[in-house]
């Protein structure tokens, strides 16, 4: 279910309330398994880099942002 279309319906409320319990980890690893299976959805990476930042793991947030700039290269959100 999560990983079909229109998933990130799920996964999102699910990583913001892994967060919201103080378990940020958690909700990242959802979001990393989700994306296992639609690794090109652009929603999910924004979320996932900006969980990487919020936790201080430079490297995965870079990686994930230089991912999404791949699918998006004019997203200005992800260029800022």
């Known amino acids: 279910l999560l990983g079909k279309k229109g998933g990130e319906a799920l ?13 940020r980890a958690n909700g990242l690893r959802a979001l990393e398994n989700w994306l296992k299976a639609r690794p090109d959805e652009p929603v999910v990476l924004r979320v996932l880099g ?10 995965n947030a870079r990686r994930t ?16």
């Open 11 to 23: 996964i999102l409320p699910l990583y913001r309330a892994y967060e919201r319990a103080g378990e």
């Open 65 to 80: 942002y230089e991912r999404l700039l791949s699918l998006r290269p004019d997203d200005a959100l992800v260029l800022n």
């Open 50 to 59: 900006d969980g990487y930042l919020a936790s201080g793991d430079l490297p």
